[in-house]
């Protein structure tokens, strides 16, 4: 039988690399990373130096924070309402049902009201923001601002950044007064308790450290949902296509995020308190 053996040619010539399928995905994550690094730097560089476009800022405030009023107006009355509902019969088995506005109220301004703000700003702003920004970035508006001598990044992205990063912490205290409304409605009805009674007792264990943890999730959810969101629409590709997938992964990501912010934020909190 004869054997066939490789000329010098084919035995010196490099053999090809076998690709991993895990590769891809793995360069296109550590691709995202450092993009993602190199958009958050650039934004801090450029929201330290003028023009500061106050007048854009105070735009999106109002974009951001009066036009979510309706929406976190009614989410937070009737969380209020619901948790009372749900809470009543697990503290009236212990014949604790006093304590109802103080729990009400510990975990309305500890954790309902910060995370039930940022997830409600996730879905309607930052769907708004990337899908904006990203129409803007396939229509080719983007480009048309640097011809113009407009600095693109900072009068769109900054801007944005900012007025959600302020006004998130705004709506979870509205939200926070909503929700206690709510429940001070069901205990009223079902307790007859006055509302000096149901303030007193419902502020009675909380700290400043709880309004000060509370205010600081909201600015760090706040920053979140609008750099996400600017970061998706600003890099938004292929056409009107390109368009959803930036509004669906704005709201996807900064949903993931904060999940992951306000379990390390709680971990942090829970050790100040313990220290």
């Known amino acids: 039988m004869e054997t066939i053996t490789p000329t010098a040619a084919e035995a010196s010539a490099p053999k090809p690399r076998r690709t991993s399928v895990i590769t891809p995905g793995v360069d296109a994550f550590a691709i995202g990373m450092s993009d993602g690094a190199s958009f958050l ?16 800022i105070i735009k999106q405030c109002y974009e951001v924070g009066y036009r979510s009023l309706p929406l976190i107006t009614l989410t937070g009355f009737v969380t209020g309402i619901v948790f009372t509902k749900q809470s009543r019969p697990s503290l009236a088995a212990f014949g604790a049902t006093s304590w109802l506005p103080s729990l009400i109220t510990i ?21 708004n923001i990337g899908a904006e920004l990203g129409s803007m970035k396939v229509t080719e508006q983007i480009e048309a601002m640097e011809v113009s001598a407009i600095n693109p990044f900072k009068y769109l992205v ?34 007859g308790t006055s509302l000096a009674k149901f303030l007193k007792a419902g502020f009675a264990n909380i700290s400043f450290l709880d309004v000060e943890s509370s205010v600081t999730k909201s600015f760090v959810f706040g920053f ?23 509004a669906n992964a704005s709201v996807v990501m900064s949903m993931f995020v904060i999940f992951i912010e306000e379990m390390l934020i709680v971990q942090i909190i829970n050790w100040i308190r313990n220290w």
């Open 41 to 56: 730097k650039r934004f801090f560089v450029e929201s330290l130096w003028r023009p500061f476009h106050v007048r854009e």
């Open 224 to 246: 979140t949902i609008g750099i996400i969101s600017c970061y998706k629409g600003y890099n938004a590709t292929s056409g009107t296509q390109g368009v959803g997938k930036a």
């Open 107 to 127: 975990a309305l301004i500890r954790s309902l009201a910060p995370l039930v703000t940022a997830l409600i700003c996730a879905g309607k702003v930052g769907s």
């Open 158 to 191: 900054v801007t944005r950044t900012i007025a959600t990063t302020l006004m998130v912490p705004t709506l979870m205290l509205y939200c926070s007064f909503v929700g206690m409304a709510g429940s001070y409605l069901n205990v009223h009805g079902k307790e």
